[in-house]
């Protein structure tokens, strides 16, 4: 199914953009305050007042890990890579900062509201993928939690029924879910030691 793009009121946003003085920052602010946006150019690194800006454009061609305040790829802003040349490595290193779309250099008269339309619904497909994979995880360590907490449970001699009866009953007991009473029986060792249910 084709998902619709949701387009973002831009106005008001601010824009940080990390790139040696130069006519690229010039054509780029231009482009940014036609849209509506602020922008504030940053050299050599992203000061502490990038943190809050909607969006972060960089230099590609010069720019290297350090000069960011966060880690290759946790950008907590859409991010659009400024890009004059292609050489392999440079497109790679823009990659692996996770940048959500690009701009070649030199920047010109337009470009500028495709590539942060683009960088915006980048970024939020890659943030909510990365919560469905936390998602998928937790439930995947809850659901091991609970396997462990039977297998425990049967080892006292129960059979699985028997053994994951008991930790229902557990949970119904303790007024919680079947993944907190997993939790806490093998936290506590209240498999052993505690009131036996299903015996």
Same mark, same amino acid.
């Given at each position: 199914m084709r998902r619709r793009l949701t387009v973002p009121d831009l106005g008001g946003a601010r824009a940080a953009i990390l790139h /040696? =003085?130069?006519a690229t920052v010039q054509a780029l602010t231009r482009q940014l305050a036609a849209i509506g946006l602020t922008a504030e150019a940053h050299w050599p690194d992203l000061g502490p007042s990038a943190? +809050?800006?909607d969006y972060a454009f960089f230099d590609a061609d010069m720019g290297h890990d350090a000069q960011f305040p966060w880690a290759p790829g946790a950008a907590p802003m859409p991010t659009v890579a400024l890009i004059g040349s292609e050489? =392999? +490595? /440079?497109v790679e290193w823009a990659l692996g900062m996770g940048a959500d779309a690009q701009l070649l250099k030199p920047v010109g008269d337009n470009g500028v509201y495709s590539a942060l339309l683009i960088a915006r619904a980048s970024f939020e497909a890659r943030r909510a993928l990365a919560a469905e994979i936390a998602g998928l995880r937790s439930r995947l360590a809850e659901r091991q939690t609970v396997i462990r907490a039977v297998t425990m449970l049967a080892a006292e001699g129960r059979d699985e029924d028997s053994a994951y009866a008991c930790l229902r009953q /557990?949970?119904?007991d303790w007024r919680?879910?079947?993944e907190e009473a997993a939790a806490r029986l093998l936290a506590g060792g209240e498999g052993k030691h +505690? /009131?036996?249910h299903g015996s």
């Open positions: /040696r =003085p130069h943190l +809050g800006a050489a =392999p +490595g /440079r /557990r949970a119904m919680v879910t079947i +505690g /009131r036996r």
